[in-house]
């Protein structure tokens, strides 16, 4: 992995009011060229903020800390026309809920073209337009010519999301940050538009950045992954070895609770209690409340990340776990 | 009436062809007129279920899956009577409950409660926990300590401290919430409990904990579920029963690992080919079955079979004569050209 998009180092997030607590804490990871990584966790994780600390999307309240560098150009604290002339060309955005993200009063076309022109100056309205319509064939949207000049309520929630991924990839981005992007759609519209973004982030060389709660999108998705609880990074890991030997318990977690498609249903094991805020974090590691191989050294240490075989993992007892046993699904 | 009554049995197997159904749900329509001040004078009205007819054994969990738009929340909602049924008729422990006037369904409402999807939206936010849980309870008539008394066992029973009693909703996380709906669902001891999509709203690792209470509660209590979800691999792991459902009708209804192991309608097999699975090696196998286009209006469903527009299988007959459901002894599904079995 030599060529580096993003390389993101000691990321701290507070808000303003919340006494010196931080909702992201020493975040660091990096994203290579054409590579897909998934950041996974449950909500309040920091997963979110993160990314959109990176791309300048917080509030004011926001106090955001350390390093992010998008090949080179320092991004935290740079100036607004640095990020603008960024966002959209270089790094462009999806979120969640497509509604929201495009605008009621303006045609598909319109909003696509505007994306386009706001970053190339010399091209026409007519050479946007029918770049518009090349980009709403790229994602496979039926009848691009007559879609071109219809509104977002006109589309359903799987045309949407194609709409805003064609306005992603209008400016050919070295890196997409994909914010759940199928959370909202069903499951026969979320495996199409996975297969989209895989092919068009394959095609064009693209990095993508895929925050994620759902580990069965990460297992079809993802090259590497990071696994984030309660601000923090606690686990980064190839695909493989996140779901055959995860190194964090909170990872075994999440593995285990999870209702399988296959194998003879049985009680699931679910991990007690729930994931601290940032204004009630416990002292030492951030999961031990919820963590049954817990020790005394957990409740008084914050674990640093090291090394486990080819993962890392921020976890005390990481090399003295029993074996995690899979159990094999067969499709 | 208290927990430690005699429970009803779990059916085994062989019971369930014997025992009359709890729940049975027969044709049932609703249509919503299409309204508003865009309205066309005689346009056709949105035919939300298009006669769905299931039933529900005692003591079993059917599940009933379908992606939005597929009528599934407006069954359940024509079931409870929160929506009046266009036709059709849905009788719990064999009274008619679409012919009951408000009174008289007041007094099955302890017989049929429901878990909502949002446990934010789903409690009062003024009311303390203890009085949430105990509001049902009015409709047994018990005397102020027997409703103290029966709370208290209810928090017990779904695991909340009773310190939570005092407490407001927004003091409690989601898990703990969708704890206290369920309480609030049971304390009326029903015989048949409503999910609507009980655990989407809650992260992963608190899923878990939600879905093994439903099924602790259930062996222990005897009462039966609908469990309406979207999430396949959570509807596989607490139904006996799953029922498909697509654009207002039933495609296909087996049991669990029927369903799931063999189906026999191609929207099911679709639906579960699209399931991600938590398994990278089993991902770069997988060949999904890539479905076409969307799901149609339910204003204006095709003619015919109503998955045929996006069924790699159709043929003419599918467009002019609509499959009936038809069992094969194990499933009951509505194809022409089902999958091989």
């Given at each position: 992995m030599s060529d580096i998009l993003l390389d993101v180092r000691g990321l701290d997030i507070a808000f303003f009011g919340m006494a010196g607590q931080r909702s992201v804490r020493d975040v660091s990871l990096t994203i290579a060229r054409g590579e897909t990584v998934s950041i996974v966790g449950e909500s309040g994780s920091g997963k979110s903020v993160s990314m959109r600390a990176i791309m300048g999307?917080?509030?004011?309240?926001a106090y955001v800390s350390g390093s992010a560098k998008f090949l080179g150009q320092e991004l935290i604290g740079a100036s607004t026309a640095t990020l603008r002339s960024l966002t959209g060309s270089r790094i462009a955005m999806i979120f969640q809920d497509p509604l929201t993200a495009l605008n009621p009063l303006l045609s598909i076309g319109d909003q696509i073209s505007e994306a386009i022109r706001i970053h190339n100056r010399d091209v026409s309205r007519r050479e946007a337009r029918e770049r518009a319509l090349q980009l709403l064939r790229d994602v496979a949207i039926p009848f691009p010519e007559k879609r071109l000049d219809q509104y977002p309520h006109e589309f359903s929630g799987g045309m949407r999301q194609r709409v805003v991924i064609a306005i992603a990839i209008a400016n050919k981005p070295d890196l997409i940050i994909a914010d759940e992007p199928t959370t909202a759609l069903d499951v026969t519209v979320q495996a199409e538009v996975l297969d989209l973004l895989r092919r068009l982030c394959r095609q064009n060389g693209t990095g993508l950045a895929l925050i994620t709660h759902d580990l069965g999108v990460v297992a079809g998705m993802a090259e590497r992954v990071y696994v984030m609880y309660a601000g923090s990074i606690v686990e980064a890991a190839l695909v493989d070895d996140i779901f055959e030997r995860p190194a964090h318990p909170y990872t075994r977690g999440l593995l285990r609770s999870l209702p399988k498609m296959k194998d003879q249903a049985k009680r699931l094991e679910d991990i007690g209690g729930t994931p601290p805020t940032a204004a009630s974090l416990p002292t030492g590691c951030a999961f031990h409340p919820r963590c049954s191989f817990a020790t005394d050294v957990c409740r008084k240490e914050t674990p640093r990340l090291n090394s486990y075989g080819r993962s890392i993992a921020a976890c005390h007892l990481g090399g003295s776990l029993p074996a995690f046993e899979k159990e094999i699904e067969t499709a | 009436m208290t927990m430690d009554g005699p429970n009803h049995a779990s059916p085994s197997a062989d019971a369930k062809s014997i025992a009359p159904p709890l729940l049975s749900v027969r044709e049932l329509i609703k249509d919503f007129a299409s309204s508003g001040v865009f309205a066309l004078a005689g346009s056709n009205p949105i035919r939300a279920v298009a006669g769905v007819s299931f039933d529900v054994l005692s003591g079993e969990t059917l599940g009933l899956v379908g992606e939005s738009g597929c009528g599934k929340s407006t069954l359940t909602r024509c079931i409870l009577r929160l929506l009046t049924p266009t036709s059709g008729s849905v009788s719990l422990g064999g009274v008619?409950?679409?012919?009951?006037?408000a009174e008289a369904m007041r007094n099955q409402r302890k017989h049929l409660q429901v878990v909502f999807q949002d446990p934010y939206a789903s409690l009062h936010p003024r009311m303390r926990i203890g009085d949430i849980i105990a509001e049902p309870l009015r409709l047994l008539n018990l005397s102020r300590r027997a409703s103290d008394d029966r709370v208290k066992e209810l928090v017990d029973l779904v695991k909340l401290n009773r310190e939570h009693l005092e407490r407001f909703p927004h003091e409690l996380s989601g898990g703990q919430r969708q704890r206290v709906g369920i309480a609030r669902a049971l304390s009326v001891n029903p015989k048949m409990v409503l999910l609507d999509e009980?655990?989407?709203?809650?992260?992963v690792s608190i899923q878990a904990g939600i879905l093994n209470l439903l099924m602790d509660l259930q062996e222990r209590l005897g009462h039966s579920y609908l469990f309406v979800a979207h999430n396949l691999s959570t509807v596989r792991h607490i139904s006996n029963r799953v029922a498909v459902m697509y654009l207002g009708k039933i495609m296909e209804i087996a049991p669990r690992d029927q369903l799931f192991g063999a189906p026999r309608h191609p929207y099911t097999a679709a639906l579960l080919s699209a399931v991600p699975v938590a398994d990278p090696k089993v991902e770069r196998r997988r060949q999904r079955i890539v479905l076409s286009g969307e799901i149609p209006s339910p204003a204006a469903p095709p003619s015919g079979c109503r998955f045929r527009t996006r069924c790699w299988k159709a043929k003419e007959v599918c467009s002019t004569t609509e499959p009936e459901l038809r069992s094969d002894g194990a499933s009951t599904f509505a194809c022409h050209f089902p999958q091989a079995s």
């Open positions: 999307l917080l509030p004011d309240s | 008619d409950l679409a012919g009951l006037d009980p655990v989407s709203a809650l992260d």
